[in-house]
């Protein structure tokens, strides 16, 4: 694979680069982190237990996890199909489609949150009182909770996806197309395996960004304690409370959630493997 | 007729690929469809394969209308110029796909792909995955696999464009035997002359978009259609408005034959048993190539007068258009 092989540079320029680099992700990412765990765990485990003892606060990280799974289900659905639509086919309105999918990357979330308060909000959105009649609240409910963390990880499993289709080109699935193989067979047995690993890389960061998501969610929880209050809302808001010891706590077992998912992936994928 | 081709358009955008096209390919043939690069063979076999629609014309396969049939219902095989292999799966799931996808029974499955193993010599490769197979291994496994499903027929397009000129070599004349043996309807895309009158029953000439002629290898060297046809098929030279082979010319020395040309001998090559004599003729240098013994027996070199013929019965194609062109040419490949 010739874009793996790398640049091999000697002397000191090397170990410069190193230690910059290094420093810079140690003071951006790993310090700010570790002070997160160190504060948790500050009188050993008396955080932790503290804030699992908490039916509110368990019931605040049941639902981030069942948002968050949720959410991830949707957007892989979703975000291979479209990503098989944008790679494979060609139609009117296709760069605009390709163009509008970066719209949640770069949007701030809480106008995200905001907007959707406008389309579904149960008393003046466009949706949302006619849902409200068919008994549906979407705004100040879990399904608004879902939307918005679904919205604002929306690119990421195609944008993990779109390169390795491009990569693997057609020939592969119109040989299995000769062979008798149908449209769902092809996919199931030929693109599916094809793309997996780009696939699990865009699902894992997706559930890392769901986990976290905070501004859209804020805005469109009502984050009504016990009910729509997510993980992160209440790492707010025992923060604001001065309740540190809890927020730490949290906020640590959110980001360990995160992190997992990542280091896990780092080590099974397999390193031939291009993206 | 196995394959029924009739008035076939193809237009990318405002390119025209393909311009009413009517080809009728023999049953159990070995068919080369030749050309040189962009003519449009390879989108003539994949509309053929249904992997590719036309926007005019008719495709007929074993009699049944194949026109609008999707590819997976025309029960050709496809062996592509890149292999097109499974990568994910190994060299027996490969081979065994199409029939697993007919859910065969794994009994008949197992006994099937050992059997194709066999024919294409791969036995010892069965479990490996294709990254881990040589070129020439690979594409004989892409054979397998369209054979596996016993397709009525096989198209391949430029099956061994990609390797090196001796396994080139080996493995066409392997698709030679290994044709005389399955007898299954073979369309192959070249556009290398020699392998397709090496190879092939019948050769269809096609230059950008058009059928230029249809025939036998034979037919193709002794009759060509046009000049196309007889520059494209070997080597030409040119004397006075006709186009001849080389071989076909004959130089003598003194005799004045009234049909002959007066020329001057102006440059001798000789390359291995071959000695290519350069003659020009004032307004041409006309190429004639003999044995080493014929060049000896005529005893001529630079510099000598000689009479310029073509040999009595050989074939020439009056040149179109044009007449001012170089009498040196050596075929594209
Ligand atoms: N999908 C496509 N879109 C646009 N133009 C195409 C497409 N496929 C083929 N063409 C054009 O049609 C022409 C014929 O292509 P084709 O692949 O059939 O040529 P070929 O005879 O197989 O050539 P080669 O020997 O180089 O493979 C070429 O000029 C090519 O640029
Ligand atoms: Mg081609």
Known sequence: ?275 | MSIEITGVTKRFGDFVALEDVSVSIPSGQLTALLGPSGGGKSTLLRIIAGLEYADAGTVGIEGLDATHLPARKRGVGFVFQHYAAFKHLSVRRNIAFGLEIRKRPKDEIRHRVDELLALVHLEQFAERLPAQLSGGQRQRMALARALAVEPKVLLLDEPFGALDAKVRKELREWLRRLHDEVHVTTVFVTHDQEEALEVADEIVVINEGRVEQIGSPDQLYDEPANDFVMRFLGPVTQLGDLLVRPHDVTLTTGADDPDAVAGRVARVVRVGFEVRVEVSTGEQVVLATMTRTEFLRLGVDAGTTVSVRVVPGAPVVPVSGSSVRSGLEVPAR
Not at chain 1, 122 to 138: C, H, I, K, N, T
Not at chain 1, 175 to 190: E, K, N, P, V, Y
Not at chain 1, 208 to 227: H, Q
Not at chain 1, 245 to 254: E, H, I, K, Q, S
């Open chain 1, 1 to 275: 694979m010739a874009e793996r092989q790398r640049l091999r540079t000697r002397g000191p320029g090397r170990f410069v680069t190193r230690a910059i680099v290094t420093a810079y992700l140690f003071l951006l990412v790993a310090w700010p982190l570790w002070l997160v765990a160190q504060n948790t765990f500050a009188d050993g485990f008396d955080n932790l237990r503290g804030i699992l003892d908490d039916p509110d606060v368990v019931h605040a990280l049941q639902l981030t996890v069942v948002v968050a799974v949720v959410a991830v289900v949707i957007n892989t659905v979703f975000g291979v199909g479209i990503s098989i639509l944008i790679v494979r086919y060609r139609f009117p309105g296709r760069r605009l489609l390709n163009a509008l999918l970066d719209v949640p990357l770069s949007v701030s979330p809480i106008v995200v949150g905001l907007a959707l308060v406008l389309v579904y909000g149960g008393r003046s959105g466009w949706f949302g009182p006619g849902l409200e009649d068919a008994g549906l609240q979407v705004i100040f409910a879990t399904p608004g909770i879902i939307l918005a963390t679904t919205f604002v990880a929306l690119p990421l499993v195609i944008r993990e996806v779109v390169p390795v289709l491009e990569e693997i080109g057609t020939e592969q699935e119109q040989a299995a197309q000769s062979l008798g193989a149908t449209a769902a067979q092809t996919f199931r047995r030929i693109t599916l395996p094809a793309i997996r690993w780009g696939v699990t890389y865009g699902v894992v960061l997706s559930l890392a960004r769901s986990l976290g998501e905070f501004g859209a969610v804020k805005v469109v929880s009502g984050n009504v304690l016990g009910e729509t209050r997510t993980a992160t809302l209440v790492v707010e808001e025992k923060y604001l409370n001065f309740d540190q010891g809890g927020a730490y706590a949290t906020a640590f077992l959110l980001a360990l959630v995160a992190v997992a998912c990542i280091v896990v992936v780092s080590i099974i994928r397999p390193k031939e493997e291009p993206r």
